[in-house]
C-alpha cells in the first residue's frame, strides 16, 4: 500500500498565477479529506467528500478555492488567482468513511509559497 | 476560539523517562478524541485514541488518558526513546464524524539521549 500520494511537494507561485494540488486516495478508501496547515491557524478543514460526493466545504476560504474528486481516487485542489497569504503547507488525508471514527491517512503535503 | 487546546507548544524530556503530553478542549459535544505524530516534511500519522466512554488505552508505550469532568486528555509515553521526538496534534470529535474532526496546534516533543 503506497499511502495517500500528493504532488507537487513544494510548489512556487507568483500572486496572480493558477495553482493545482493533486492528491491520490488510498484504495479502497471512500473519504477524502483537505486540509491547510499555517503557524498560526494549525490545521484546518477545508472541504471533505464521501464518495466523490462534497459533504462540508465551509473551511474553504473564499470563492478562489475549489476542490473536485473526477473519480473515486483522485482529487484536486485548486486556487485561482493565488495569493501570498495562501501560503502553506496543504494535507490531503483518506479514510474508509467519514462517518466512522477510523483513522484519518494523510499525505506528505504540498508546500505552496505564493511570492 | 480554539475548541482543542495544546497548551504547550514544546517538551523536552530525557532518554528513557516519561513524557506527559496534555490536551484541553472545551466542546462537551466531543465523544472521540486521537492524538497523531508528525515528523518533519511528512504528513500526520495516527498514533491512538480513546473513545469518552473510556478514561484509559494503552497500546504498548503509549497511553491515553481522558478526564472528561476536566475536559482533558493527556498522552503518557513511557519509556521515551529519541525516534519519538515528533510534533504530537491531539484531535477531537463527535458524532462519529471525522467532518468535524479539530486539531490542537500540536506539541513538539524533542528526546534527547
Known amino acids: 500500500d503506497a499511502g495517500v500520494i500528493q504532488s507537487p511537494r513544494h510548489e512556487v507561485t507568483e500572486m496572480g498565477q493558477e495553482v493545482t494540488l493533486r492528491c491520490k486516495l488510498i484504495?479502497?478508501?471512500?473519504?477524502l479529506f483537505w486540509y491547510r496547515q499555517t503557524m498560526m491557524r494549525g490545521l484546518e478543514l477545508l472541504i471533505y467528500?464521501?464518495?466523490?460526493?462534497?459533504?462540508?466545504d465551509s473551511g474553504m476560504p473564499e470563492d478562489r478555492f475549489s476542490a473536485k474528486m473526477p473519480n473515486a481516487s483522485f482529487s484536486t485542489l485548486k486556487i485561482q488567482p493565488s495569493e501570498p497569504r495562501d501560503s502553506a503547507v496543504y494535507f490531503c488525508?483518506?479514510?474508509?468513511?467519514?462517518?466512522?471514527?477510523?483513522?484519518?491517512?494523510f499525505g506528505n503535503g504540498t508546500r505552496l509559497t505564493v511570492t | 476560539d480554539q475548541q482543542v487546546k495544546q497548551n504547550s507548544p514544546s517538551l523536552s524530556v530525557q532518554e528513557g523517562r516519561i513524557s506527559i503530553l496534555n490536551c484541553d478542549y472545551t466542546?462537551?459535544?466531543?465523544?472521540?478524541f486521537l492524538w497523531y505524530k508528525k515528523y518533519p516534511a511528512e504528513g500526520p500519522t495516527f498514533l491512538i485514541s480513546?473513545?469518552?466512554?473510556?478514561d484509559k488505552n494503552e497500546d504498548g508505550r503509549f497511553t491515553v488518558f481522558l478526564n472528561k469532568s476536566a475536559k482533558h486528555l493527556s498522552l503518557h509515553i513511557v519509556p521515551s526513546q529519541p525516534g519519538d521526538s515528533a510534533v504530537y496534534f491531539c484531535?477531537?470529535?463527535?458524532?462519529?464524524?471525522?467532518?468535524?474532526?479539530?486539531f490542537g496546534k500540536g506539541t513538539k516533543l524533542s528526546v534527547k539521549p
Open positions: 488525508a483518506s479514510s474508509f468513511s467519514a462517518e466512522t471514527n477510523s483513522p484519518l491517512h
Open positions: 484504495s479502497g478508501h471512500n473519504s
Open positions: 467528500f464521501n464518495n466523490n460526493v462534497p459533504i462540508d
Open positions: 466542546n462537551s459535544m466531543f465523544d472521540y
Open positions: 480513546i473513545s469518552s466512554i473510556k
Open positions: 484531535a477531537a470529535s463527535y458524532g462519529g464524524s471525522q467532518g468535524n474532526l479539530i
